[in-house]
């Protein structure tokens, strides 16, 4: 519930399309919006791995990204991939934060 408060928030506090918000092996959250300028592109959870590993994160144990999609984008899963290996569950949540869907990494 925390994950998804947290990308719900950062959406609508910036009116992003999309926010998420991963956690990572120390518990640790880092929430993210989109970033749609004319050259700099990022969707909201390629922001929010970038942000942990900035911050030193080494896995992620969770991953929500919300806003209006209907599945989680292959590149997202890619990126958590990347840093976390296979398995990390990432949730799809509509704007009302309701979970619609679960993957894994």
Same mark, same amino acid.
């Given at each position: 519930a ?5 990308a +719900?928030?950062?959406? !609508?506090?910036?009116r992003?399309a999309?926010? #998420?918000? /991963?956690?990572?092996? @120390? ?8 970033v749609?300028?004319p ?16 911050s030193?994160a +080494?896995g992620?144990? !969770? ?6 999609? #209907?599945? /989680?984008?292959?590149? @997202? ?16 949540a ?6 619609v ?5």
């Open positions: 925390k994950l998804v408060t947290l +719900r928030s950062t959406r !609508a506090r910036t992003a999309e926010g #998420a918000c /991963v956690r990572d092996q @120390d518990g640790r959250t880092y929430a993210a919006a989109t749609d300028l050259t700099l592109r990022l969707s909201a959870v390629q922001l929010a791995v970038a942000m942990a590993v900035t030193g +080494r992620l144990e !969770a991953v929500v990204v919300l806003g209006d999609a #209907a599945v /989680v984008d292959e590149h @997202d899963l890619s990126v958590v991939r990347d840093l976390a290996g296979a398995g990390v569950p990432v949730h799809l509509a704007p009302d934060g309701t979970v869907a679960s993957v894994a990494s």
